[in-house]
Every structure is written in C-alpha cells, then in structure tokens.
C-alpha cells in the first residue's frame, strides 16, 4: 500500500540579513515549508530542509555604512537574530546556515566556473561609472539619480527601492556620488553576464510538463517571462559579495558576484554543509543526483523569478542542458526543483508591512504574546496560499477561540478530563456501536485525506479536513452524551475509548500544523520523548573562520502519518488547556500598538 521512502529536499527561501521577520515573511517561505517537511517526515519519507540568511549584496552594505559598522557586523547581527525567530517558530531545519561561509563561497564559484566553462556566463563590455576626481570606480550603491522607469528621485545605481526594478547606474537620469556630490564619469568595464535565452527552450519544456502540477499562478508566471528571455549581469561594482573565481578577477576588491547570482546557490550549499556535518560528505547526492529524488522550493511571489526561471537555468547551465550543450561541472549533474510553491501576499490590516511605516508585528513580538501554534494554526487557515489575503486581529482572536480553543482545545480537554475522572486510565473498549465505529474509520480514512492534500501543498485543505475530524468528533460526545449514562458503565468505557481514540488520530493529523500542542497531546495520552522534533540553535565553526549559529535537529521521532491503536490502561491526569483563550480586547490593544508613531 505504501509507497517506499523518497528523498525529498525542502528549500525555503533564503530570508535577507537586513533585520527581523515579520508574519508576513514567514507566511510565505517558513511555515508552509516547515508544514510540508514535518508531513513527509511522519509519511516515512527522507526529508533534507536546508536554507540560511542571505547576507550579500548592497542594502546590507548601504545599512552598515549608515550605521558606521561593517556589513559583516551587520550580517553577523541579523542572521542571529533571524535564527532564533525561526527556532522560536518551531522551522525543523536540517540546517539553517548563512551565505558568508567558506563552503558557500567554494560552492558558488564551482557552480559559476560549470556554467563558465560550457559557455553560458560570458564577459560584457559596459559603461561603468568612476570618480572623476579620484579616478577609482564607484560602487553601485554610491550612485543615486532618478529612476527612469518611475520617477522616483532616490534611487540607487543597482535598485529603485520605491519601484523594486533593478537598475544599471547609467540608467539614472541626473546621476550623483553620494560621497562628493560628483557627477561620475562612465567609461568601459566588463562584466559578467548569464546567457538566458540559451535555455528559453529547455526551459519552456521543462515549465510546460508542470502543468497541473504547480499551482496555477506560478507557472503562468513563470511560462510568461519566457517570452522576453534577457542576458542577466551576474556581477557588480560591489566590494561585499562572492569574489569571482576566475584569474585577474579573483583578487579584484571592487567586482564581486551579483547577490542574487549567489544566494540561489545556498539551497545546494547548504546541503553539501549539511551533509559534511552529518559525517558523510557525499550524503547530499541522493537529494540532489538521484532521478527519483523531489524538490520543493517555498516563497513569496516576489521570488519566483529566480526559482522558476533563474536558477533552473544555472543548474541546467551547470549540467550541460542549455542550448550551447556541454558536460555537467565536475560535481556531476544537479537536479531542477520539481515545483516552485509559492505563496501570495499577506498584509495587515488592510495595509502592506512596512517597518518604516510601524505596519508590522515581527515574530518575536508575537511569540512573546501569543502560542506559537494559534500562529501557525492562522497560517494554515487562512494565510495567502492562493491569493492576497488581510491578516487582521480580530479574525485572529476569533479563529484561535472558536477553532483552536473551542473546537480542538475543549475536545482534549472534556474526553481526557471524562476518562482521568471515571477510571483514571484509558479504558478498554466494551461492544462497539455503529457510531463509534463510523466515528473512528472516519478519522482512520482522515489519514489518506489530508496526506493527499499536504503532498500538493493545500494547507488550507488538509487542516480544515483535519478541523472537521475535531468537529464530528465533538458532535459524536454530545450526542452520545456519556455523562447521561450513569447506569450503563459499559456504555460510557466505549464512548470514552473511542473519543480517546479519535484525539489520538486528530493530535497525529493536527501535528504538522501544530507540533506544539501535539506534542502535549502525546503526552496527555501517554507518549514519552519526542514526538515530532524541535530545532536547537547550535554554535559551529568551520576551519579558520569565526564561529556561527547554526538551526539543526533530530528528527527521526516517534510521529507516524497513521492510526496507532490507543493502550488501555495508560494512566490519564486532569489536563491543563492545550491553548489559551483570547480576550477580545486584544485586538484592540494591537491596533493601538500599529497605530503609535
Ligand atoms: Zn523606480
């Protein structure tokens, strides 16, 4: 019946090192991946989750000269802080690393040379700008002008930050050094380019066998950008960045890989960390060789560009598939994700987040506040897996009272609390009625169900078939109603074996979503040690470089995507509520929060 076990790598987006993530981040690249992860994990599959910070690149620069530090300082600072609201969110990385190891920078620059050696990179002469004064090259970010596409006056030399584009400096109009003030000279440099519309074709085959397979908005987005297929440079003016590795670049302090070009690599960098710090180096391969082997990429729409068309080209570039042909680099041939699932936009109450403008609520403050799971539990529920959608308070305290609290929580509470106060144990079953059992294949067949929907991505499928598990399951108790049934004493054993039961089945189909509460819910029912793993933030270092916090975890723990017959006679406690009941006051008491200066 079952299928055997499949390697599957899980790649969620690299978050950028330039400050805390806020919900609307983590509803697109963290939780749904983490969902997906623990899922094929209980389903028996081999699942590597592997990202990190990406901390390249000019915004972190531009912050740290602003600041008076150094972008290392500033990347040191923000990938710190990034690891622990995914550690505090419950992300079960097999490694949450960072872009500015050793082994990133060794990986990137073998991916450029495989891509540079069959003919896909190539060097272009453009206008590059200098100081006229001094002679020396400008970098990017030291150039601003007014964005010709538009309008705005502030923007840099490598990026509007009103408009998002990317820009040449040479394209601003009214061109200024930041440093002096300067108009800046351009004259001849070279650059590197990625010759894209050397895979128009075999990527166009590639996206079209994803038909009704990803979802539909990503892959009409990525077919379209086919139709326009660009030269792309890959490196900048810019001294923070992967130096480029090849000879009279290598050593050049003003010329590095362009931020994007490197961080795509992470997911493959990542797991060549992840597989030497496993202790068998080569361990990577069966994610990333084997044909059989599947890939999920999550993230926000904003990113599909680079996961949809970018980075299947660099990887085909690297194996030789492009139109220019070619032999796969000397790490042998890498596997193209098997889907891009991304997420649309959330915003907050009616309003894009914005740090600057205080529309945000970043996810330590929400964790201080609130459970973890009644987060995760609104993600699922109601998060932009399909289409914008509002993150609003008061839908928050209503979904965590009436879903988590009322439904699920009270379920807990009254079938345990039943049984802990009549025997004190989990009862045997006595004869069994229909009910009971239509009740418990109910949420035996819940199992293929809700797999069924994880496996696509369909968070708010699969955890709303699981809710309605919860739902009958409460329905059955009020029918039943054990309590009125005082003189049959056998009667009352099997209504509160089979509720038992079926809290047992719905702590399992729940777990994904709510590892947290699930975990209590084991635990409740007589589970010892883990039952779906927890991340730890660990210290490591690697030779001659500084040390760094890492996310890892063991998660080959006792949670199986299956029914598991409850034991009679495991003793049961009073319970303490799974979830905390949330005034509705609080919803006012955020608004005032956003709505201070
Ligand atoms: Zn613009």
């Given amino acids: 019946m079952s299928s055997p076990s499949r390697h599957i790598l899980t790649a969620p987006a690299w978050p950028y090192a330039n400050g805390p993530r806020h919900i609307g981040h983590v509803s697109g690249f963290a939780l749904p991946a983490d969902m997906f992860s623990r899922y094929q994990r209980m389903a028996g599959n081999q699942v590597l989750m592997v990202s990190g910070t990406d901390e390249h690149g000019t915004p972190i620069q531009?912050?740290?000269?602003?600041?008076?530090?150094?972008?290392?300082?500033l990347a040191d600072r923000y990938n710190r802080v990034i690891a622990e609201d995914l550690l505090g969110l419950g992300m079960s990385y097999d490694l949450f690393t960072r872009s500015t190891?050793?082994?990133?920078?060794?990986?990137?620059?073998?991916?450029?040379?495989?891509?540079?050696?069959?003919?896909?990179?190539?060097?272009?002469?453009?206008?590059?700008?200098?100081?006229?004064?001094?002679?020396?090259?400008?970098?990017?970010?030291?150039?601003?002008?007014?964005?010709?596409?538009?309008?705005?006056?502030?923007?840099?030399?490598?990026?509007?930050?009103?408009?998002?584009n990317q820009l040449d400096p040479i394209e601003l109009i009214n061109p200024v050094s930041r440093i002096n003030g300067e108009t800046p000279k351009f004259v001849e440099t070279e650059h590197f380019m990625l010759d894209l519309p050397a895979f128009t074709e075999v990527l166009g085959r590639y996206l079209r066998g994803k038909q009704g397979q990803w979802r539909p908005n990503v892959l009409k987005f990525a077919l379209n950008l086919l139709g326009d297929m660009q030269p792309r440079a890959i490196s900048r003016d810019l001294d923070w960045g992967?130096?480029?590795?090849?000879?009279?670049?290598?050593?050049?302090?003003a010329k590095k890989l362009y931020v994007w070009f490197d961080a795509v690599v992470g997911y493959f960098s990542a797991s060549v960390e992840w597989a030497r710090r496993s202790g068998d180096p080569e361990a990577w391969r069966a994610w990333w060789q084997d044909p059989e082997a599947l890939s999920y990429y999550f993230m926000g729409k904003d990113n599909i560009v680079f996961h949809a068309e970018i980075w299947p080209a660099m990887l085909l570039g690297y194996n030789g598939q492009g139109d220019?042909?070619?032999?796969?680099?000397?790490?042998?041939?890498?596997?193209?994700?098997?889907?891009?699932?991304?997420?649309?936009?959330?915003?907050?109450?009616?309003?894009?987040?914005?740090?600057?403008?205080?529309?945000?609520?970043?996810?330590?403050?929400?964790?201080?506040?609130?459970d973890v799971d009644a987060l995760r539990y609104y993600v699922a529920v109601a998060g932009p897996?399909?289409?914008d959608t509002d993150f609003t308070w008061s839908e928050f305290v209503r979904r965590n009272n009436d879903e988590?609290?009322?439904?699920?929580?009270?379920?807990?509470?009254?079938?345990?609390?039943?049984?802990?106060?009549?025997?004190g144990a989990i009862?045997?079953?006595?004869?069994?009625?229909?009910?009971?059992?239509?009740?418990?294949?109910?949420?035996?067949?819940?199992?293929?169900?809700?797999?069924?929907?994880?496996?696509?991505?369909?968070?708010k499928n699969a955890i709303t078939e699981a809710l309605d598990v919860v739902r009958d399951a409460n329905k059955y108790l009020s029918d039943q109603a054990p309590w009125k049934l005082k003189d049959d004493p056998d009667r009352v054993q099997s209504i509160l074996h089979t509720a038992l039961q079926v809290v047992d089945d719905a702590k399992s189909l729940l777990t994904p979503f709510l590892p947290n509460s699930s975990q209590?819910?084991?635990?409740?029912?007589?589970?010892?040690?883990?039952?779906?793993?927890?991340?730890r933030l660990e210290i490591v270092s690697e030779e001659g470089g500084p040390d760094y916090p890492i996310l890892t975890g063991d998660y080959a723990t006792a949670a199986r995507w299956e029914s598991t017959p409850i034991k009679p006679g495991v003793p049961l406690a009073k319970p303490t509520p799974l979830f905390t009941k949330l005034d509705p006051s609080v919803a006012d008491d955020e608004l005032a929060r956003l709505e201070q200066p």
């Fill in 385 to 387: 897996e399909n289409q």
């Fill in 427 to 459: 009862p045997e079953a006595g004869d069994l009625t229909d009910a009971d059992r239509a009740l418990m294949h109910r949420s035996q067949k819940a199992f293929g169900a809700v797999g069924a929907e994880l496996e696509r991505s369909r968070f």
């Fill in 62 to 73: 531009v912050q740290a000269d602003k600041e008076g530090v150094t972008a290392r300082a």
């Fill in 101 to 164: 190891t050793g082994n990133h920078y060794a990986i990137v620059q073998e991916l450029f040379k495989g891509l540079y050696d069959n003919g896909y990179i190539f060097p272009k002469t453009t206008m590059g700008a200098i100081s006229p004064s001094t002679g020396r090259t400008l970098p990017d970010r030291y150039i601003e002008g007014t964005c010709p596409i538009c309008g705005y006056d502030g923007a840099r030399g490598d990026q509007c930050d009103n408009c998002g």
């Fill in 324 to 370: 220019r042909g070619g032999q796969p680099g000397s790490l042998g041939g890498l596997n193209v994700p098997t889907e891009v699932v991304s997420s649309e936009f959330l915003t907050m109450e009616g309003k894009k987040f914005s740090s600057s403008r205080q529309v945000v609520i970043y996810v330590k403050d929400f964790l201080d506040r609130y």
């Fill in 242 to 253: 992967v130096p480029i590795p090849l000879d009279g670049w290598r050593d050049n302090a």
């Fill in 404 to 423: 988590l609290v009322a439904a699920w929580g009270n379920l807990v509470n009254r079938s345990v609390n039943m049984a802990a106060k009549n025997y």
């Fill in 520 to 535: 209590k819910v084991y635990e409740l029912l007589g589970g010892e040690g883990e039952w779906s793993g927890m991340p």
